[in-house]
């Protein structure tokens, strides 16, 4: 898999990763090297890692606990207090190793630091390699509110080493397949086809599945760096599925959902939108939400539930103007954005997954 740019960031694949990295510490005068890691990645990754690196520069460790709940501004300043402890300072480099949490928050905390360090992103997850950590949004939640502080800005590169998801429990690896077959809906059938029947998905298939879903990602992001337009359609089923993670992550009865299992099921839920407003062929979104509820299995939301989640949708970044914007799609792989729909038609979407 050979390396490639995506505005101004280079990503590198496997053993590439750690010649591109050497040679990129040796030709930049970094004057520390601080690595940022959670709990698990600190065990499991960071060896592996660390073995690699040729720098005599000096490397100090930051960790972080693990999971969504610790994606805030809190953690944040703790991890700027540990920089600034550590004596970092403009010419230092931060490298995040680990999921989306880490890559979010370390970019958002690398941006901000000092007006900005370097940094560079090691996804250790399906979803970090393939969504989170490709294309510069960093940030964090704000209470169970989603990614609502943040900015873009692009990292040195992003070092995609496939090994490390033998690490994952396949709970994770699931939770990323569903940004890839997020990509497959918005951008055609010849993508969608390859996870049409999971069962015969191989693991050996998957490092080629990986690359196409960064090419997909990076060739929309190129277009529209900073989300005014085409780039938006990498949202599809995150206006409800967002919503329903915030839901789910701040309901003391509920299990909290992975990021892709949320998005699964508002992937669901606008197909059937897209189905009642853009024409999108029903017997399509019947295929799609067997697919889903075959590998996703299916979650219980009760009616009395739909409201609070919808109330939830006003946060979304997509908004403009007091509305709130879906992505449709009209075909597989022909979205359209910035699309109104109705409350009652999303009370009849959430019939249509419950069915």
Not at 81 to 95: F, G, H, Q, V, Y
Not at 329 to 343: F, M, N, Q
Request: negative net charge.
């Amino acid at each position: 898999m050979d390396s490639f740019a995506a505005n101004d960031c280079m990503i590198h694949f496997n053993e590439a990763c750690y010649t591109s990295i050497n040679e990129h510490l040796k030709n930049n005068n970094f004057s520390n090297i601080y690595i940022l890691v959670d709990n698990n990645t600190h065990t499991y990754c960071l060896p592996p890692f660390l073995e690699k690196l040729e720098t005599t520069s000096t490397i100090e460790i930051i960790e972080i606990e693990e999971g969504e709940i610790n994606k805030t501004i809190e953690t944040c300043v703790g991890v700027w207090n540990a920089l600034s402890e550590l004596d970092a300072d403009r010419k230092s480099l931060l490298i995040n190793i680990g999921g989306g949490v880490i890559t979010d928050l370390g970019g958002f905390v690398a941006s901000t630091f000092k007006r900005g360090i370097a940094y560079i992103n090691v996804p250790t997850t399906l979803l970090a390699m393939v969504d989170a950590s490709v294309g510069g949004k960093t940030g964090v939640d704000l209470g169970h509110l989603k990614n609502q502080v943040g900015v873009i800005t692009t990292p040195h590169m992003v070092l995609v080493d496939t090994s490390f998801l033998d690490t994952l429990p396949k709970i994770q690896m699931k939770s990323g397949l569903a940004e890839m077959l997020k990509h497959g809906l918005i951008t055609g059938e010849s993508y969608w086809n390859q996870f049409k029947d999971l069962s015969k998905l191989k693991l050996t298939d998957l490092d080629r599945l990986i690359y196409e879903s960064i090419i997909i990602k990076k060739n929309v992001i190129e277009q529209d760096p900073y989300e005014a337009n085409v780039r938006k359609t990498l949202n599809f089923g995150h206006t409800l599925g967002h919503a329903i993670e915030s839901y789910f992550l701040s309901s003391t009865d509920k299990t909290t959902l992975l990021h892709g299992e949320a998005i699964a099921i508002g992937m669901i839920l606008e197909c059937f939108i897209s189905s009642e407003l853009m024409g999108f062929p029903l017997d399509t979104t019947k295929d799609i939400k067997n697919i889903f509820q075959a590998y996703y299995g299916k979650v219980a939301i009760k009616e009395s539930e739909y409201d609070t989640i919808m109330e939830l949708l006003k946060y979304d970044k997509k908004n403009e103007h007091g509305n709130i914007n879906f992505v449709l799609l009209e075909a597989i792989g022909v979205p359209k954005i910035d699309c109104l729909v109705d409350d009652a038609l999303i009370y009849k979407a959430f019939e249509f997954y419950k069915a």
